[in-house]
């Protein structure tokens, strides 16, 4: 019986592991040799790669993506539980959502605690995929296309419908509005440095956020949650011929449609072009679920979900500490602005 999910890379890379993992999806396969294409390292490290099969079925897959967390300096992050969730999406929501999805292959929940190990198909070799960056020059088309997409991870579960199928799903709103994980007075000390610069005072108040979050919680009831990705900036976004799929499914939760529709629009757009489009962006959005046999908010009630969720991905990005600070600058800018704009903290009462 192999490791279900290996905490070191050169495990997760043997010959011996990949062609156990690959046999749960292809029975009989036998590899003969990896060969690494791309190694990438942020919090969790993805490796492209290639296999060559001394025994395989036809349409057992060459090219591949291995997902982890590896080494022992991301332990902690291990026991946070956001592999699982990913590993869990792929085997138990993937296959009822209407979405373009990478090819699952493997993924298992450790038997000593919440981790996993993820293994996909390479869809930059099998499909074509251009993978965008956090910072990528994204138009309003773009943005059009991929709110489709969310709205068919929404619609999926809509209202809480079907939705207790998955009891492991958690709302990391709650989460993050419960366990800080940055402490008030450090993070008030990086929002008066440069991040915050562009923000104005009221906005840089870090005491508003955390009440905010709380607010957010109590603002749908647990029978109207929906699936939501919960990350969707444009670094996790890649394009192929078909149109946008989003990858990176570690902050999947259950909560409202509008965190993501928010998060989404604010992340990927500048703040001028966010201004001009986001109503055009939100009645799209409404016609994209409406497509899709959903009752979908009015206008009204939708704008109002947009502007008070925002405040979900702003306090996100105040709190990275661990990505590089051009990306990060920019995000609370971008943020932070809608937030202000938009009158957020002012409408949650905080």
């Known amino acids: 019986m192999i490791n279900p999910a290996p905490t070191q890379l050169d495990e997760a890379l043997s010959a011996e592991w990949l062609g156990s993992a690959i046999a749960q ?6 590899i003969k040799e990896v060969r690494i294409a791309e190694t990438i390292v942020t919090m969790a490290t993805k490796v ?33 539980g ?14 009822s959502v209407a979405m373009r999805l990478p090819e699952f292959v493997y993924g298992r929940v450790a038997d000593d605690g919440p981790y996993a190990v993820v293994l996909m198909e390479d869809v ?3 499909k074509g995929a251009r993978f965008l960056t956090a910072l990528n020059a994204y138009s309003v088309d773009q943005a059009a296309a991929s709110l489709e997409q969310l709205s068919s991870l929404h619609a999926a579960c809509w209202q809480g419908r079907g939705l207790s199928r998955f009891p492991w799903l958690t709302s990391r709103v709650a989460y993050f509005a419960n366990n800080p994980p940055v402490p008030a007075d450090e993070l008030q000390s990086m929002m008066d440095g440069e991040r915050g610069a562009p923000l104005p005072p009221a906005v840089r108040d870090t005491s508003r956020q955390l009440p905010a979050l709380a607010k957010l919680v109590d603002r749908i009831p ?21 149109g946008p799929s989003f990858v990176d499914w ?23 072009e966010r201004e001009a489009s986001e109503r055009h962006l939100i009645s799209h959005y409404l016609d994209s679920l409406r497509g899709q046999g959903v009752e979908a908010p009015t206008p009204e009630v939708a704008w109002t979900e947009y502007r008070a969720f925002m405040a979900y991905g702003f306090h996100m ?17 971008r943020l932070g602005l809608a937030v202000a704009s938009l009158g957020s903290f002012d409408l949650l009462g905080v």
């Open 250 to 272: 570690q902050l999947l939760q259950r909560s409202s449609w509008a965190l993501d529709l928010a998060y989404h629009i604010a992340a990927v757009l500048s703040v001028e």
């Open 48 to 80: 492209r790669l290639e296999v060559d099969y001394e025994a395989a079925p036809s349409d057992a897959p060459r090219h591949l993506c291995l997902k982890g967390l590896f080494g022992d300096h991301v332990g902690r992050m291990r026991s946070s």
């Open 222 to 242: 647990d029978n109207a949650h929906n699936l939501v990705h919960g990350d969707c900036h444009a670094g996790n976004v890649y394009e192929t011929a078909e």
């Open 82 to 95: 956001v592999m699982e969730t990913e590993a869990r999406f792929y085997q138990e929501i993937a296959p």
């Open 124 to 126: 930059i070799v099998r």
């Open 25 to 30: 999806s292809f029975p009989g396969v036998r």
């Open 317 to 333: 990005w105040s709190i990275t500490r661990k990505v590089d600070p051009e990306i990060t600058n920019e995000f609370v800018k």
